[in-house]
Nanobody
Framework: QVQLVESGGGSVQSGGSLRLSCAVS????????VGWFRQAPGQDREAVAT????????EYADSVKGRFTISQDTAKSTVFLQMSSLKPEETAMYYC???????????????????WGQGTQVTVSS
């Protein structure tokens, strides 16, 4: 089992920044990738960014490239999502996800992940 606990959400004005954290615990040695997804009210869930756990490879959704950065501190078993230049349409619940099964395609696919956190709310006001 893997446990994921998100923190760092909150309210920010358009153009502002936030850093989300995901504390990873449990069977961390079997995790391949950790990522962030988001879901706005009435919208489908969408991928934001993902990182090879313990490695360096990252993937980003086109909509956040150049503004968001995913990183990790494996010593502290924490994955971060630094978000800058936030837009009101990025108001959503942000979820940390983890994959313990190898997936042979883009790690931005929701089906790749078998563990999900409870989410942290991000609200961007105009």
């Amino acid at each position: 089992q893997v446990q994921l606990v998100e923190s760092g959400g909150g309210s920010v004005q358009s153009g502002g920044s936030l850093r989300l954290s995901c504390a990873v615990s449990g069977l961390t040695h079997v995790i391949y990738y950790v990522g962030w997804f988001r879901q706005a009210p009435g919208q489908d869930r969408e991928a934001v960014a993902t990182i090879r756990y313990g490695g360096t490879r990252t993937e980003y959704a086109d909509s956040v490239k150049g503004r968001f950065t995913i990183s990790q501190d494996t010593a502290k078993s924490t994955v971060f999502l630094q978000m800058s230049s936030l837009k009101p349409e990025e108001t959503a619940m942000y979820y940390c996800v983890a994959a313990t099964r190898w997936y042979g395609s883009s790690w931005l696919h929701e089906v790749a992940y078998n563990y999900w956190g409870q989410g942290t709310q991000v609200t961007v006001s105009s």
